[in-house]
C-alpha cells in the first residue's frame, strides 16, 4: 500500500552515522556516500539510483504525489554564500533537463548538500530555466558554473522565486529527519510551509542571527529574540521593508538584512499560529537567549511543570488563595515564566529589558509592568530619610503598598541570575552592566564574602527592603542553586538572612530540567517567611527531592538534608586538616618544583625539612573534590589550601584525602559540605584510618614520585614514603634481574617508607591484605621490565627502588595489563567500602541522618 510522505522517519541512529561519516569525509566521494547512505536507510522502499551520470536520484510514489528527488553532493562548498548555492543548482538544472530528455520526467525536488550544511527545494522555479534557447545543453553539468557564470548563474542569483533553507549538519540540534520534513512540505504545490517548534526553534534561530541579520552583533540577546519572534510570527503587522529590500524596520527597530537570505527564511516557515502555539514561543525564547549568552550571566528558563510545583508549594502556606490574597512582585521577570500561567490579583513584574515586556505583552495583561534594574535602581529607596522615601523607577502603587501598608501580605516570587559578578564572558552588551553593582558595593562594604553571586545580590535586596520597610507579612519563593544553605563563604549572608527570615521549606531538582543546561548541579526552590530563624535551626534543613514524572508533572520522590558548617560545635574536614597538621620545621632541604606528576622546569626550591609531601584541600565540599584534592611531592605555586604532610599526622591526613576522594559528585550531593569524624578514638574511625593510608597509595590522585639526583640534573632527591615494600625485597628483585641502578640505590638510600611502616602496625581486614598483595605481585612481575621503560622514557624515573604506584603502573600497563586490570577491580571495591565508612564516620551528612 502506497505510504504517505510523512510517514517517512529518519532515526536518531541514522542522522548519527551521517555525521560520523561526514566527520571522516576528506573528499567529495565521502560526502556523497555518507547522504547516500542516510538516504538509502531513510526511504527503504525506495532506493536511490546513481544511472545517467548524477550524484543519485530516487523517484517514489506517495499518497500526496510522486517524489523525484535528484541529489547533487560537494566537499567544501560554503553554501551559506548564495552564489555558491547557485554554482551548484545550475548543475542540478542541466541535469533536470538531461533526464527530462531521457526519462520524460523531471526532478520535482532536489537535494544538495556539503561537509557543512544542506538544504532540499522544490524544482518549479527552475522548469523556466530549462528551455533557454541561448545554452548549450551538452556542456557537462559539472562545467556549467564556469561556462555561464555571467549568465545563468547570475540569473538564479537574482531569482527572488529562488529560495533555500540551509541546514547546517553537525549542529547541536540538526537531525536529518529536518530534512525530510522540508521533503516532505516542500514537495507539494500547496504552498505548505515549516512550522517552528520547539524542536527545531534553535536551529532556525541561530540561521535567523547569522544568515538574515548582517548588523546582530549591535542588539542584545534580548532583543534579538524579540526581532525573531516578531518577523516569525507577526511580519504582516510589525514588519516594513525598505524599497530595496536592505532594511527591515521590526517594531520601530531598524535591522540590516541580507535580502536574499531573509526572502529564504520567511519563505520557508510558516507565518500564523494558534495563540497555544504562540505561547511556546515566549516559553522558549529564555532558552534562545541563554544559548547566545552561553549561561555567562546565569540567566535560566524556568520550565512550566516546575512553576506549577512551586506554586502548589506556596499554596500550602500562604493558603489555596495567596495569588489574590498576596501582592506579588517578580523583581526577575524576563518574559514571565513565573508568572503567565496563573492569574494573580495584584502583581507587579519587572525586568532588565523593555523587549522582554514587548515580548511578553500578552501575559498578565492586569499586572503592573516595569523596566528595573533590582540590584541598581532606586537603591536608596528603602532608606527613609528627612524628604521621606523617593523612588524614580518603582511604580507609586507599589511605593504606597511598601511604604503605607507594610502589614500588607507580601510574596517575592523570583528565579534571579545564577551567574556570578564579573564572569560576563559573552562579549554581548546585554549583560554589560550586571557585573558590576550597587547592591554588590554594599555587600562587600559589610564583608559579607558572596556579593559577586547574583542571587544573593537580589536576595540581599529582598532583605534590605523587609528590614528597612518594615514588611514583616512578606514571604519569598526562590529558585537559586543550594549552595545558598551549604556554601562556607556564605556563613555571614546566612546570619544576615537567618535574623530576617525563616526558612520553610525547600525543594530540589536537577538543573537539566532547565533547558540545555547540565545535569551535574541543584536548584532548590525554597520558600522563606519573615522572621527570625532558631538560633539551633541554622545548620540543618531538610528538603525535598522533586522530579519531572513521564506524564510531565512534578513529584516529591525523597528528602535530602542540606546542612552547613557554621556551627561553631564541629568542625568542617578543611578545619580537621589544620588542627591535624605539624608546624614546618624550622630546618629545610632542597627538592624539584614540579606543576604535575611529571611536569617539572627543573627549578630547584626549598621546603621544611620534616615535609614528605604536600595534600591540596580547596573548597571543603564534595564537587571541588574531583579538582581540588590531591597530594603533590612538592609545594604549589597555584593559590588553593594546601597542608604538609608528616610523618606523625600522616594517616589522619590521609584520612581527609581519602574520604573527599571516594565519593562520586552527583547533583543531589555536590554542595554537601565535609565535617570532622564523629570520634576519633573509635573503632569504625580506625578502621577508616588503615583503609585511608592503603587507599592514599594507590590513588590516580596521588601524584608522589620517587627521583634521584640525576633527574633533570638537579642535584636532589626524593623519597617515596607512599611505597609498599622494603629495600631487602627491591634488592632481591633487582639482583634476580640483573638491575644494578635499583640495586645500588636500594643500598645507598634506603630507608623504612612511612605507609609501610603503618600497615606492619595496623590490624588487616582480608581485603587490605589481598590489595597490597595483588600490588606487590604487579611490583614483581612488571620489575624485568623497567630498564626498557627507563631507556624509552626516562622521565618516569622508573629505576629507583621505591618508585610510586603510578610510575610502576607506567611499566605494568605495557607488560602486564591484565594484573592491572585484577587489581583495579579489587580497588573499585574497596573504593566503595571506604564510602561506607566515610558516612558512618560523620564526615557527610545525607537523608541517611533522618532515617
Known amino acids: 500500500m502506497t505510504k504517505s510522505i510523512k510517514e517517512v522517519k529518519a532515526s536518531s541512529k541514522i542522522t548519527r552515522e551521517l555525521l560520523d561519516g561526514l566527520s571522516k569525509a576528506t573528499r567529495e566521494k565521502g560526502v556523497e556516500n555518507s547522504y547516500w547512505q542516510a538516504i538509502r536507510s531513510t526511504f527503504k522502499h525506495g532506493q536511490p539510483s546513481d544511472s545517467d551520470d548524477t550524484d543519485g536520484y530516487i523517484d517514489i510514489k506517495y499518497v500526496e504525489s510522486d517524489l523525484f528527488l535528484l541529489m547533487e553532493f560537494k566537499f567544501e562548498k560554503h553554501l551559506e554564500k548564495r552564489l555558491h548555492a547557485m554554482e551548484v543548482i545550475i548543475q542540478t538544472v542541466f541535469y533536470m533537463h538531461s533526464l527530462r530528455d531521457k526519462l520524460a520526467k523531471v526532478p520535482n525536488m532536489i537535494f544538495i548538500g556539503d561537509k557543512h550544511s544542506a538544504f532540499v527545494m522544490n524544482t518549479k522555479p527552475l522548469l523556466k530555466y530549462l528551455d533557454h534557447d541561448d545554452v548549450d545543453w551538452t556542456v557537462s553539468p559539472s562545467h556549467a558554473a564556469a561556462k555561464y557564470r555571467a549568465g545563468m548563474v547570475v540569473d538564479l542569483y537574482n531569482d527572488s522565486d529562488i529560495n533555500y533553507y540551509l541546514h547546517y549538519v553537525g549542529g547541536k540540534d540538526f537531525k536529518f529527519q529536518d530534512l525530510i520534513d522540508d521533503i516532505a512540505t516542500l514537495m507539494s504545490d500547496n504552498e505548505e510551509k515549516i512550522k517552528l517548534t520547539p524542536s527545531n526553534i534553535n536551529a532556525a534561530f541561530d540561521q535567523f542571527i547569522n544568515q538574515v541579520l548582517t548588523n546582530h552583533k549591535k542588539f542584545t540577546a534580548e532583543e534579538l529574540v524579540s526581532l525573531f519572534i516578531t518577523i516569525a510570527t507577526d511580519r504582516k503587522n510589525n514588519v516594513y521593508e525598505n524599497e530595496d529590500g536592505s532594511k527591515l524596520k521590526v517594531n520601530n527597530t531598524s535591522v540590516s538584512i541580507n535580502k536574499s537570505n531573509y526572502r529564504s527564511f520567511i519563505g520557508h516557515f510558516q507565518e500564523r499560529y494558534k495563540p497555544s502555539e504562540k505561547r511556546m514561543f515566549t516559553e522558549t525564547s529564555d532558552r534562545l537567549i541563554q544559548d547566545l549568552q552561553r549561561r555567562s550571566s546565569g540567566e535560566f528558563y524556568t520550565p512550566s511543570a516546575f512553576v506549577n510545583y512551586a506554586t502548589s508549594r506556596l499554596s500550602k502556606y500562604l493558603g489555596d488563595n495567596w495569588n489574590n490574597e498576596f501582592v506579588v512582585w517578580d523583581p526577575a521577570w524576563g518574559t514571565g515564566n513565573l508568572t503567565r500561567d496563573s492569574h494573580f490579583e495584584k502583581l ?16 498578565n495583561t492586569n499586572a503592573s509592568k516595569f523596566v528595573f534594574d533590582f540590584l541598581n535602581d532606586d537603591i536608596d529607596f528603602e532608606n527613609n530619610n528627612l524628604f521621606g522615601y523617593k523612588s524614580d523607577k518603582l511604580p507609586q502603587e507599589l511605593i504606597d503598598i511598601f511604604v503605607n501598608h507594610p502589614d500588607s501580605k507580601i510574596c517575592i516570587f523570583m528565579n534571579p541570575p545564577y551567574g556570578t559578578a564579573g564572569n560576563n564572558k559573552s562579549g554581548r552588551k546585554s549583560k554589560a552592566g550586571i557585573s558590576k553593582t550597587k547592591i554588590q558595593i554594599e555587600m562587600r562594604d559589610q564583608h559579607l564574602k558572596v556579593q559577586e553571586q547574583l542571587y544573593a545580590q537580589f536576595l540581599y535586596r529582598v532583605i534590605k527592603m523587609k528590614r528597612l520597610l518594615n514588611l514583616n507579612n512578606i514571604y519569598i519563593g526562590l529558585f537559586s542553586p543550594s549552595l545558598l544553605l551549604t556554601g562556607t563563604k556564605y556563613n555571614k549572608f546566612r546570619d544576615l538572612l537567618f535574623d530576617n527570615f525563616e526558612y520553610v521549606e525547600g525543594n530540589l531538582f536537577e538543573a537539566s530540567n532547565f533547558a540545555d543546561v547540565s545535569n551535574n548541579w541543584a536548584i532548590n526552590f525554597s520558600i522563606w517567611k519573615a522572621g527570625k530563624q532558631d538560633a539551633d535551626k541554622r545548620f540543618v534543613f531538610d528538603s525535598n527531592i522533586i522530579k519531572l514524572n513521564t506524564a510531565g508533572d512534578v513529584s516529591i520522590v525523597g528528602h535530602k538534608l542540606l546542612y552547613n558548617t557554621d556551627n561553631e560545635n564541629g568542625d568542617s574536614l578543611q ?59 612538592s609545594p604549589i605555586t597555584r593559590h588553593l589550601k594546601s597542608a604538609i604532610i608528616t610523618a606523625n599526622t600522616f594517616a589522619d591526613q590521609m584520612v581527609v584525602f581519602a574520604s573527599r576522594k571516594n565519593v562520586e559528585s552527583t547533583w543531589i550531593n555536590q554542595k554537601d559540605e565535609f565535617l570532622a569524624p564523629k570520634d576519633v578514638n573509635s573503632e569504625v574511625y580506625n578502621k577508616l584510618r588503615v583503609k585511608s593510608v592503603i587507599y592514599s597509595i594507590f590513588s590516580p590522585a596521588n601524584n608522589i614520585m620517587s627521583y634521584r639526583s640525576d633527574y633533570h640534573g638537579a642535584g636532589v632527591i626524593n623519597l617515596n614514603n607512599w611505597f609498599f615494600m622494603n629495600a631487602d625485597d627491591m634488592k632481591s628483585l633487582a639482583d634476580e634481574y640483573n638491575n644494578d641502578r635499583v640495586y645500588n640505590d636500594a643500598v645507598e638510600n634506603a630507608n623504612s617508607p612511612i605507609a ?54 607506567k611499566v605494568a600497563n605495557q607488560y602486564i595489563p591484565e594484573k592491572v586490570k585484577e587489581f583495579n577491580k579489587l580497588f573499585n571495591k574497596y573504593q566503595s567500602d571506604i564510602s561506607d565508612l566515610i558516612y558512618e564516620n560523620g564526615i557527610l551528612l545525607t537523608d541517611r541522618e533522618n532515617e
Do not use: C
Request: overall charge negative; proline content about 2%; aromatic content about 10%.
Open 756 to 809: 609501610l611502616r603503618f600497615i606492619d602496625n595496623s590490624n588487616l581486614d582480608e581485603k587490605d591484605t589481598q590489595l597490597i598483595k595483588t600490588a606487590r605481585e604487579i611490583v614483581r612481575d612488571s620489575f624485568k621490565f623497567r630498564n626498557i621503560i627507563n631507556d624509552d622514557s626516562p622521565e618516569y624515573a622508573v629505576n629507583t627502588w621505591d618508585a610510586s604506584w603510578n610510575q610502576i603502573l
Open 575 to 633: 578545619e580537621f586538616l589544620s588542627k591535624n597538621t605539624d608546624d614546618p620545621s624550622e630546618f629545610t632541604k632542597k627538592v624539584l618544583q614540579f606543576s604535575s606528576r611529571y611536569s617539572t622546569k627543573g627549578k630547584v626550591v626549598e621546603e621544611p625539612q620534616n615535609a614528605i609531601g604536600y595534600i591540596i584541600n580547596d573548597t571543603n565540599n564534595v564537587e571541588a573534590s574531583a579538582m581540588g584534592s590531591y597530594l603533590m611531592h
Open 348 to 363: 507587579f513584574v519587572s525586568t532588565l529589558h523593555k523587549s522582554d515586556l514587548d515580548q511578553g505583552k500578552q501575559y
